[in-house]
């Protein structure tokens, strides 16, 4: 018997940490539960298609990469359509974020492309920093898996720029990271040394904000206990 929107929804909720297990548990039902979403958009019921798609596509994430991959495109475009309906620019901007990576992994490069700069200009609209800065970073790593290291390294400065506005010390060194790899590729050996410089200076910074109590992680929370930093 078809899941309903209901049942699929505590299914996908109860699988929803995003733990390996919970997420062999969402691939094994995922087409009972795209295939409610899609009931659930056939009768208008936006807010039950939405929900199903973000705890999937957003909380799990359980669909993003192959070989599942294709199966998150068709939950992220329900999801985009029932954020779309229901005016949810913070869902929509998540949701075109994370189907465009499932397209990425399916080799529809300009179709990720697309997706990735329409949420990348909804969440600049909504200032949402910690977004922008994460959009930023996977525009430069598609353009950098496609070959394009001088587009790459645009995208990639744009996010340092973002990180150190909002002081986010672990993404800063993710991005100086991949800017080295980018300036050694370009055979430009002394600025990689600089990056690799500067990666070292903000990883000295991590151990100093955690003794005092202060760690912002990338994707934006805070470890319990703590502040995030301004």
């Not at 997706?115 to 949402?128: C, F, N, P, Q, V």
């Not at 990056?195 to 912002?216: D, E, K, M, T, Y």
């Amino acid at each position: 018997m078809p899941l309903d929107a209901n049942a699929a929804l505590t299914l996908a909720l109860q699988y929803s940490s995003g733990t390996s297990e919970d997420q062999a548990q969402i691939v094994a039902n995922a087409d009972d539960i795209i295939n409610a979403a899609e009931r659930a958009t056939a009768d208008h019921d936006w807010h039950a298609a939405l929900a199903l798609a973000t705890t999937i596509m957003i909380d799990s994430a359980a669909l993003l990469w192959c070989p599942h991959s294709a199966q998150g495109v068709r939950l992220g475009y329900i999801g985009i359509a029932a954020a779309r309906a229901l005016a949810d620019d913070t869902a929509l901007a998540a949701l075109l974020h994370n189907t465009a990576v499932a397209l990425w992994a399916q080799g529809e490069l300009a179709e990720a492309l697309q997706r990735l700069k329409a949420s990348l200009a909804i969440k600049e609209r909504l200032g949402d920093k910690i977004g922008i800065a994460s959009t930023l970073q996977a525009l430069g790593s598609m353009a950098e898996d496609s070959g394009e290291g001088a587009e790459a390294r645009q995208w990639y400065t744009a996010c340092l720029t973002t990180q150190q506005h909002i002081g986010d010390v672990t993404g800063i060194v993710h991005t100086l990271s991949k800017l080295g790899r980018i300036a050694r590729n370009a055979g430009d050996p002394a600025q990689a040394r600089r990056c690799i410089r500067s990666g070292s200076n903000a990883q000295g910074a991590i151990g100093r904000r955690a003794r005092n109590g202060v760690l912002f992680i990338s994707d934006g929370r805070t470890r319990p206990g703590t502040r995030r930093s301004n």
